[in-house]
């Protein structure tokens, strides 16, 4: 039997405000543990929430970016269970009214082997805010667990996707699209490695053209994009192997581990809590009007479909080079800023694409921490187009400027890589190169036009390759006629 | 001096007759020797009180002194105040230090007043008796073998003993108004969001509301201007302009129109108590006002809703009280699981306990849709009621409680009875208007000591200055609130 993996994913992305969602504490990462935990973070006898409206105004952005209802009236639930990161005994959330409703986003999913790339619609089913939990501590003090409430209250919003996945490449295309976008209307900084950006991902199997759905299971917070790839491939491997053998998926969630490449149950859900929703009474209910989200709206940077479109018209580059500029809004940001320092748009395009990426991708870096600036790229690129340097020598200045041997000018000048573009100095190495390579002259003229080429690269040996190569040409010819 | 009113005292006291040192003195010197057998108190701290009467008097002395400046106040227990043990009557934070003030406690900091105490409770405010209190029970002053009624029982009985000038208290189904009514003092239950909840340790959130607990309504008023006003640090305090509530103390009564819910004057309420506010309105018609009957239909229903929705919000309220980071951890315990199921047997009492579970019962899936749907759509409906009622008259009045103080012991193992001891409070609550219990007159059908009884008044929303007028002119013509019991005689024998 042919089977088919359908799979929905919950996202959990940290919202970028400066204080927690329902306090004044401060939300930055890696203080000593408990030093931002607030009353309220505490969850002292008295204390009550106050909903911080900068992480409203990243729901509203987010909203709005996947093309959403955003919900005039929301309500904030209360989430009853006991865990000792969960001080209040209760996590606030959003439950029946949450305050992004449905919505999509394309994704682009790349070719694999023989199957080309195409792109795809994922429709989300909702987004809501709600509070992070604390942590707890192993081994920080001799045989007792300790609690970091440091991250309690830390504002999150949750994204929820239909099950319209059928692939773990779907999946991670999905995921790394919206990791983009959220760090693209900045309401999240993206970083995975601490927890910013969490995925937990639902996955059931079912026979091909089914259209009844399999027993789920979902693997909880997978925090890259590796792992969910072998966690999903995994996960799908065992649900089809334990249907053939003739077994049943029991509904549970399950943990991957990143050693040993596979996914473990850790409770059923027999086991599963009974949370008890119901409205919290501390809260009145979220009311966000039309002028709200204008106001937002207007707050909002350019989206990644806009400008792609927006690229192809002003620049005139290709729908090709226009996406993969526009795949993160570091890439694009960094093209503008080189356009605006005043490099011309396809040279920058192709730099950006070629050069730089293929230099970050092998050392690892992101574009934050490229040694060469986009008005760097810039004066490089108004160099070659100047004709001060020729497109050979730009690559050992661009090399050089990664290394951080100085600016594009004193590079070109302490390496001689200026392009002698004098006429008489060229007349004069083309004379002797005439002189001295009378057969290939005698060749050329006799109809081998090879001739010509071996040439001009003598003349370019001639002047260590400092000649402009148009004019080596244009007075070659003009002497050979 | 034990028996002036807010406003003789500040006389006195910026006149610098007295020093607010002097005027503490008097109440602690009270406290001492009241306090033992009453036990309205169970957190004194004569060296902070006293700073804060130096203080007082210090700024008296500087010439900006405020109404209440150099005035001692006693504090419910259920209000966080920075350096005081905060409990609220449980043994669950039997030792909390409370690390910071809630907004009440700012608020009479800011006044100058002084705090005097912190006052017996029932446990998280869950009781009509402060029988369920950890640290005992409170006597009434009128009769030590009775309760004060609750939850607010130890401000009451504050209040009444004259063991302070005025107290604070908190209502959450009728803790202000039914032990006023049983003590016989004037208390008020402010409309829902005008006193702060900020610091006020939450019982049932959506019915939780503080006020003033004090001699007559101009007392009441005169803490009011201390107590209101909008907190942004509570999402469901109102953001409303400063009001004065003394402003209408002298206004006539002239053509007021007088509600009285005939579901109030029905089955449940004993003859006594209803004799005394038909005489406290017929007083009313003297000064003016005309009688309309109205009617509460679904009333009935107040009691059902108000125990699935106070408990419901309560298991979740209490949730935080899991022994993990401050208040009760069991000595003892296996794992976590086991630390979580004994610290909270061992931390709560057994009318908080019966609270949780219903609470979390009526939560559950499965039944939520029953119960917690099924009650917010009465509790709708009941706010209806009042609507309706509010287009035939101004104030609704009738009995704060169905009968006088009831003794020790009489209510405490049937919650039911226990219960209805709130038929006429909780539908205020659940409506979020003002109620206020006044002083009407004193039963002595019971055989025993004369006890007090009270006229409760319903306003609507906002309408506390109406209402505190209402009341004042009542009081210029009565002299129940001046009452004071004896209490010497009940002491030795005691």
Redo the contacts between chains.
């Keep these: 039997m042919e089977w088919e993996v359908v799979i929905g994913l919950e996202t959990h992305a940290q919202l970028q405000t400066k204080t927690k969602i329902f306090s004044g504490a401060s939300t930055a990462f890696g203080a000593e543990p408990n030093t931002q935990a607030c009353?309220v973070s505490?969850?002292?006898?008295?204390?009550?929430?106050?909903?911080n409206s900068e992480a409203v105004n990243c729901a509203i952005k987010f909203g709005l970016a996947v093309n959403a209802h955003i919900a005039p009236r929301s309500v904030f639930a209360?989430k009853?269970y006991?865990y000792?990161d969960l001080?209040?005994?209760?996590q606030i959330s959003q439950y029946e009214l949450p305050v992004v409703g449905k919505g999509a986003i394309t994704i682009q999913v790349p070719a694999v082997g023989k199957n080309a790339a195409y792109e795809k619609v994922i429709n989300i089913t909702r987004a809501h805010l709600e509070e992070d939990a604390g942590k707890s501590v192993h081994g920080a003090v001799e045989g007792m667990s300790g609690?970091d409430l440091n991250r309690a209250g830390t504002p999150l919003l949750e994204i929820v996707t239909e099950p319209d996945m059928r692939s773990a490449a779907e999946a991670v295309a999905y995921a790394k699209k919206l990791h983009e976008l959220v760090q693209w209307i900045g309401i999240c900084d993206g970083n995975m490695q601490e927890g910013s950006f969490r995925c937990d991902v639902n996955v059931s199997v079912r026979p091909k053209g089914s259209d009844k759905l399999g027993t789920r299971r979902e693997i909880k917070n997978l925090n890259s994009f590796k792992f969910m790839t072998q966690a999903i491939e995994f996960e799908t491997r065992w649900q089809i192997e334990t249907l053939e053998d003739g077994g049943a998926i029991s509904q549970a969630t399950v943990l991957f581990n990143p050693d040993t490449g596979e996914t473990r149950a850790m409770r059923s859900k027999e086991e599963a809590n009974?949370y008890?929703?119901?409205p919290d009474?501390?809260?009145?209910p979220l009311e966000i009007t039309e002028a709200d989200k204008a106001r937002v709206k207007a707050q909002m940077p350019e989206l990644p479909e806009a400008m792609k479109a927006r690229f192809e018209a002003q620049y005139g580059l290709t729908s090709y080079d226009a996406a993969s500029l526009t795949a993160s809004r570091e890439l694009a940001d960094y093209f503008v800023a080189a356009v605006t320092a005043g490099a011309e748009a396809k040279p920058a395009a192709n730099w950006v694409m070629g050069a730089i990426s293929a230099k970050l991708n092998a050392e690892e870096k992101t574009l934050a921490d490229s040694p060469v600036s986009a008005a760097q790229l810039a004066s490089l690129l108004k160099r070659i187009a100047d004709n001060t340097i020729s497109n050979n020598a730009a690559k050992q200045v661009f090399e050089a400027m990664w290394n951080d041997e100085g600016e594009v000018d004193a590079i070109i000048e302490a390496k001689g890589l200026k392009q002698v573009s004098d006429t008489g100095a060229i007349e004069a190495i083309i004379d002797e190169v005439l002189a001295a390579n009378a057969a290939m002259v005698e060749e050329f003229k006799a109809g081998k036009e090879k001739a010509f080429n071996a040439l001009v690269g003598q003349a370019m040996k001639a002047s260590k390759g400092k000649a402009n190569p148009a004019q080596v040409n244009e007075i070659l010819k003009k002497k050979l006629s | 001096m034990i028996n002036s009113s807010l406003k003789q005292l500040g006389d006195m006291l910026q006149a610098k007759k007295i020093s607010s040192v002097e005027l503490t003195q008097t109440f602690l010197s009270r406290i001492r020797e009241y306090n033992p057998n009453i036990n309205a108190y169970v957190a004194l701290d004569e060296a902070k009180t006293l700073a804060q009467a130096k203080a007082a008097d210090a700024r008296i002395a500087a010439g900006n002194a405020a109404p209440l400046t150099g005035i001692p106040i006693a504090q419910k227990d259920i209000?966080?105040a920075k350096g005081w043990h905060?409990t609220?009557g449980s043994k669950m934070?039997a030792n909390?230090v409370?690390?910071?003030d809630?907004h009440v406690i700012s608020q009479f900091d800011a006044a100058g007043a002084v705090n005097l105490g912190k006052t017996n409770m029932d446990e998280f405010a869950m009781g009509s008796s402060n029988e369920t209190s950890y640290f005992g029970g409170v006597k009434n002053p009128w009769d030590f073998d009775r309760v004060p009624g609750g939850s607010s029982g130890g401000s009451a009985a504050a209040v009444a003993a004259r063991l302070c000038a005025a107290a604070t208290g908190t209502d959450t189904g009728g803790s202000i108004r039914q032990p006023a009514s049983l003590c016989g003092f004037t208390g008020l239950k402010p409309t829902y969001g005008v006193v702060s909840?900020?610091?006020?340790?939450?019982f049932?959130?959506?019915l939780d509301q503080a006020g003033p607990m004090a001699k007559s309504a101009e007392d009441c008023a005169l803490m009011m201007n201390v107590m209101a006003g909008f907190d942004?640090?509570?999402?469901?305090s109102l953001n409303r302009e400063k009001e004065d509530y003394t402003r209408d103390l002298n206004k006539p009564l002239q053509g007021l129109r007088i509600g009285l819910p005939k579901e109030y004057f029905a089955a449940g309420l004993s003859a006594d108590v209803g004799k005394v506010v038909m005489d406290a309105v017929n007083e009313y018609k003297k000064l003016g006002a005309e009688i309309v009957e109205v009617s509460l239909p679904n009333n009935g229903l107040s009691i059902p809703v108000y125990y699935v929705l106070a408990p419901?919000?309560a298991?979740?309220n209490?949730?935080?009280y899991?022994g993990?980071?401050?208040g009760h951890r069991a000595a003892e315990y296996t794992d976590?699981m086991d630390m979580?199921c004994k610290s909270r047997a061992e931390g709560f009492g057994a009318e908080v306990k019966r609270r949780i579970l219903i609470g979390?019962y009526v939560?559950?899936?499965g039944y939520?849709d029953a119960y917690?749907l099924k009650a917010q759509k009465i509790r709708r409906l009941i706010a209806q009621d009042f609507v309706e009622a509010f287009k035939q008259c101004d104030v609704i009045m009738g009995p704060a409680a169905p009968s006088t103080a009831f003794k020790v012991g009489e209510k405490v193992n049937d919650p039911v009875a226990m219960y209805l001891e709130d038929l006429y409070t909780i539908a205020v609550n659940l409506a979020g208007l003002p109620g206020m219990s006044i002083p009407a007159g004193f039963s002595t059908s019971n055989g025993g000591k004369a006890l007090p009884v009270g006229l409760q008044m319903i306003g609507n929303y906002f309408d506390e200055a109406r209402m505190l007028n209402i009341a004042h002119q009542y009081q210029q013509v009565t002299d129940w609130h001046t009452r004071m019991p004896e209490l010497n005689t009940q002491k030795e024998a005691a």
Excluded: Q
Aim: proline share 8%; with cysteine; charged share 20%.
């Design positions: 009353e505490i969850a002292l006898p008295g204390v009550l929430p106050v909903l209360r009853n006991f000792p001080p209040k005994g209760y609690i009974d008890r929703y119901f009474p501390d809260l009145l | 209000f966080c905060t609220c934070l909390f409370a690390p910071y809630a909840r900020y610091g006020m340790i939450a049932a959130s959506s942004a640090r509570d999402s469901t419901a919000e298991s979740s209490l949730s935080r899991d993990v980071r401050y976590l979580y979390t939560l559950s899936a939520y917690y």
